[in-house]
């Protein structure tokens, strides 16, 4: 091989490496970009959810989810959406889930786990081992028993 044809194989090489590590990076902001946006969506869905129950004194039925959930903007990156107000009481403390989606992110940093909102605070993100622990810390045998 002569001199110009090693440049040319080296170009070609640096070109497909740039290439390969951008669409990578591509793929990744897309994931942070979801995972963002269903977030930013189950935080207003819930401040509609709370200004209901600041106004009638309980969380809504939900059928009044379902008539919102089309107005909230990103709605459809919650993806299957758990609703939990049928469960929750006078007696629910600040820590007690409302609402949960569970959403498979694919990205370096983001592995399976659930979109969570509680009745105070803002959406999270919650890995799946230490979700499922905290819901089972709060659902009632009746309810655990409804969902087999």
Do not use: C
Request: proline share 3%.
């Amino acid at each position: 091989m002569n001199r110009r044809q090693k440049i040319i194989v080296a170009k070609f090489i640096a070109i497909i490496v740039i290439t390969a590590i951008s669409a990578f990076a591509m793929i990744i902001v897309k994931e942070q970009i979801n995972r963002s946006e269903a977030l930013r969506a189950m935080n207003l869905l819930s401040d509609r959810l709370l200004k209901y129950k600041d106004t009638y004194g309980a969380l809504p039925p939900e059928t009044y989810l379902d008539t919102i959930l089309g107005d909230i903007p990103g709605n459809l990156r919650l993806g299957k959406l758990k609703y939990r107000a049928i469960w929750i009481t006078l007696e629910s403390g600040p820590e007690e889930i409302i609402a949960y989606s569970e959403r498979e992110f694919r990205s370096i940093s983001t592995t399976k786990g659930f979109i969570v909102r509680r009745l105070k605070g803002d959406a999270e993100w919650m890995e799946r081992k230490k979700f499922i622990a905290l819901l089972e810390s709060q659902q009632s045998q009746m309810e655990k028993l409804s969902l087999h």
